[in-house]
């Protein structure tokens, strides 16, 4: 039995003693077997307190219940202080303290009989383990907050270990080292941090006005304008009240930093970025960190991502980019978002038939049809239980049962129009979704990507699919031109897959530690910050 521990059975047998009618505190064996009765009863109280999770309890027992929030003296100790602290600092990551778990510690009292002693320390450790999780996986629970997060089941610290550590040596490196221990995250607290000082002196000042601005342009909107990029670092301040090369300089920095088309020319969307107001990229930040804390886990060595908001994919390998494109991803309407999850790549299909999806011929298909017959002329209609090609004038396209169940499947060989272009690569799920190339090039040039039925168009696909292809020994150039022109589909299956995650990230830390912001395209950051006020049903 520790020493410690000890000491504090001889402590609480005066204790009791006083409560005691006829103990004498200074009848050894008598006032060691109060201190063993309170040992006891205090033992039983720990256990019981402690029995909303069974592995704490167990915790408890293996070190002969001996507290870890309160000292020899029944006082609080310096571990609670520690998480005192802890969660108290935690709006610097983007948390509400009370929701982590502060209104709760400030309620705990360490005062009075056994039970109430062992309930106390019981509580502070639920209050620990709660605020623990949150700060490793997040507060929200992800699938709560829009229909199209599917994130995988995040993962929970065991509690074994989360005791083990924090009753150790070094208390608060442990419960600083919660957090994710990621370049991006520790920026995105930096810029947290930033913002509200920012705040704190009153913000940026009057928005520029919403005008049309071209170079040499002079007036009380320009002086505005520059105004505004002043107070957000993007200009130095000048005198000049001229639209100038340096003034458009600056913007390109602002476009640069919020994904649009580095005119230099403040246009709506410019403009839209540059009065952003600081409330609005606090809250921001405040999601980001939470979207970092649901992808705590490692994604592995190598790894495919896409950042939806940022219309970008790219591969890392060893933590290194090693491939990088520009992508087009689903319309905002929420019938064609492209949803948030992981899977792995498992093949490539090179000259890829484009199976149509059953929603498209409801709602656009056959629509297309009772308009022009020969509407979609690329289009095949095949009966899939004779397995034979069905003219598409047998069939009676205004019969309304068509759209409830249609009774053909609908494909598109490959060829020159076909919109998956020459490869697919495929990572079996739910929802239908995968990477693919495509014909129609002109789209990847628009500031909003954001114009599929939910899959992702990959600028460069030929690229990444020479080099996952070259990692089994195939070629991608042969492959394709061996069946091209033809309606053979050629299948390759990767040796290992490979992880992709299709995320969605509006803002975040570049290489250079710049931080950089992208639009809510389809308002799933709003949905998570209401989720983090109390506004929906969350989970720690």
């Not at 229909?147 to 995040?154: A, G, M, N, P, S």
Request: glycine content about 8%.
């Amino acid at each position: 039995m520790p020493a410690a521990w000890r000491i504090k059975q001889a402590i609480l047998a005066v204790f009791l003693a006083t409560f005691v009618g006829g103990i004498s505190s200074g009848t050894p064996a008598r006032a060691e077997a109060a201190a063993f009765a309170w040992q006891s009863a205090y033992g039983y109280a720990l256990w019981d307190a402690a029995r909303f999770d069974l592995a704490l309890a167990e915790f408890y027992r293996e070190r002969g219940f001996e507290p870890i929030w309160i000292t020899v003296d029944g006082k609080p100790s310096e571990r609670l202080d520690v998480l005192y602290r802890a969660i108290a600092a935690a709006d610097t990551h983007g948390l509400d303290p009370n929701a982590v778990g502060l209104a709760e510690l400030e309620a705990i009292r360490f005062d009075g009989s056994a039970r109430q002693l062992a309930e106390a320390e019981a509580s502070v450790s639920g209050v620990y383990l709660k605020f623990a999780q949150i700060i490793h996986a997040g507060l929200v629970d992800p699938s709560k907050t829009s229909e199209f997060i599917h994130l995988r089941k995040r993962h929970r610290i065991p509690t074994g270990y989360l005791m083990a550590g924090v009753s150790g040596g070094n208390a608060a490196e442990f419960v600083e080292k919660l957090a994710p221990q990621h370049f991006q995250y520790a920026e995105l607290r930096k810029e947290l941090l930033r913002l509200r000082r920012v705040k704190e002196a009153g913000g940026w000042g009057p928005p520029a006005p919403t005008v049309s601005y071209s170079f040499g342009m002079r007036g009380p909107h320009v002086l505005a304008l520059r105004d505004r990029l002043v107070r957000k670092g993007y200009h130095k301040p000048e005198f000049t009240g001229v639209y100038s090369m340096s003034m458009a300089n600056a913007v390109r920095r602002l476009q640069q930093d919020y994904g649009l088309d580095e005119t230099g020319i403040a246009n709506w969307r410019t403009l839209e970025a540059l009065n952003s107001t600081v409330d609005d990229q606090i809250r921001q930040v405040e999601v980001g960190l939470e979207r970092l804390r649901w992808l705590s886990q490692s994604f592995g060595p190598r790894y495919v991502m896409v950042n939806i908001p940022e219309y970008r994919a790219r591969m890392f390998d060893g933590g290194q980019a090693v491939f990088e494109s520009t992508v087009i991803v689903g319309q905002a309407e929420e019938t064609h978002q492209t949803p948030e999850f992981s899977e792995e790549i498992e093949y490539l299909v090179v000259n890829p038939i484009w199976y149509v999806p059953e929603s498209i011929v409801v709602d656009e298909v056959i629509p297309a049809m009772m308009e022009d017959i020969e509407a979609e002329p690329d289009l095949v209609f095949v009966d899939t239980e004779e397995m034979t090609l069905i003219d598409r004038r047998s069939i009676s396209f205004v019969d309304p049962g068509l759209t409830e169940k249609f009774p053909y499947k609908v494909v598109q060989p490959p060829g020159a129009t076909n919109p998956l272009g020459s490869v697919k690569f495929m990572f079996p799920n739910r929802y239908n979704i995968y990477l693919h190339d495509t014909p129609f090039r002109d789209l990847f040039g628009l500031e909003n990507r954001a114009h599929s039925h939910g899959c992702v168009r990959v600028e460069k696909s030929h690229d990444l699919a020479r080099m996952l292809l070259g990692e089994v020994g195939a070629d991608f150039d042969e492959l394709r031109s061996g069946v091209e022109g033809t309606f053979s589909e050629e299948t390759i299956s990767l040796h290992t897959p490979i992880p992709v995650h299709i995320t969605y990230r509006t803002v975040w830390a570049g290489t250079d530690g710049r931080i950089h912001y992208r639009r809510d395209i389809y308002g799933r950051d709003k949905s998570v910050h209401d989720a983090l006020l109390g506004k929906v049903l969350s989970s720690s």
